[in-house]
């Protein structure tokens, strides 16, 4: 019987054993050519490492590094967010693929959404499709590293998660989903931590659609909180939620928020009652 053993030669040790050393998780090529002084050397020991399961490719010129831990076999990376926020650095897992990872859905988005600083090109790892959505450095932050497997991945945290969300609806699944990460969402999240993730972000659009989410999902935020909110938002500032223009039947203008809502009330919470039944099975 054919085995797919984690053997290593002379030259591959010593690269993978170095870079154990230095507590590398990232590969780049230069860094095996370094180790080796030779590229043909190096070409050849990269080749045999993906083959044999110690790196998985990330992005043209840079790996990650499997450990002894992954045990004898090459069982593959099945660890997407990790290698999708190795692709680009600095970066985090954000919006959807946060709130998944967080339970706030157990929708499974199609794409992994990855928050960068610079322009970058969607890519396939792995099979997975990956989208980088370039921030300003002004909402780049929010993050930490969390344990996915055996890997540290930075991903938004709980309250960040939330708030990316609500700025950018088209990267959380749409209004209905976001409705149902907002249900979920703020029963985990600390409302202080909300409010100063809120504030930090600079968006009146994003204190309204909170405001408005909470009201709408039975949700609601504690009476400082919510005031705060209110205070930060103009009296005559106007902001939308949901489809750019208005459809009969839709929630329309909501007076204690200042938000024009462009969907219906039932399609928004079209998933808060099965929710709720399971909570109460529960």
Not at 48 to 64: F, S, T
Not at 96 to 118: C, E
Request: aromatic share 6%; hydrophobic share 40%.
């Amino acid at each position: 019987m054919e085995t797919n053993l984690r053997t290593l030669g002379p030259a591959e040790s010593k690269v993978v054993l170095s870079l154990r050393e230095q507590g590398r998780s990232i590969v780049r090529a230069s860094d095996v050519l370094d180790l080796l002084g030779s590229e043909n050397s190096a070409r050849k020991v990269i080749r045999n490492l993906l083959r044999k399961g110690w790196l998985a490719r990330v992005v043209g010129g840079r790996y990650m590094l499997l450990p002894p831990e992954h045990g004898p076999e090459n069982l593959g990376e099945n660890n997407i967010l990790a290698l999708a926020a190795a692709a680009v650095e600095p970066s985090y897992v954000g919006w959807w693929s946060a709130a998944a990872f967080h339970g706030f859905t157990t929708q499974k988005p199609m794409s992994v959404f990855i928050a960068v600083l610079r322009q970058t090109p969607s890519r396939t790892i792995e099979g997975s499709d990956v989208r980088f959505v370039k921030l300003t450095q002004r909402k780049f932050f929010g993050h930490r590293p969390y344990s996915v497997y055996d890997r540290s991945v930075p991903i938004s945290t709980p309250e960040k998660t939330l708030i990316d969300c609500l700025d950018r609806p088209g990267l959380s699944g749409g209004p209905s989903e976001l409705a149902r990460i907002a249900y979920n969402a703020l029963d985990a999240v600390d409302p202080q931590e909300l409010l100063a993730t809120a504030t930090a972000m600079k968006s009146k659009a994003v204190m309204q659609r909170l405001g408005f989410l909470a009201d709408l999902v039975g949700r609601p935020l504690p009476d400082d909180v919510r005031h705060a909110l209110r205070d930060a938002i103009p009296k005559s500032y106007r902001s939308h939620f949901g489809r750019e223009e208005r459809r009969d039947g839709d929630v329309g203008y909501v007076a204690a928020w200042g938000l024009h809502v462009n969907a219906r009330r039932d399609d928004l919470l079209t998933e808060i009652p099965r929710i709720k039944a399971r909570e109460e099975v529960h």
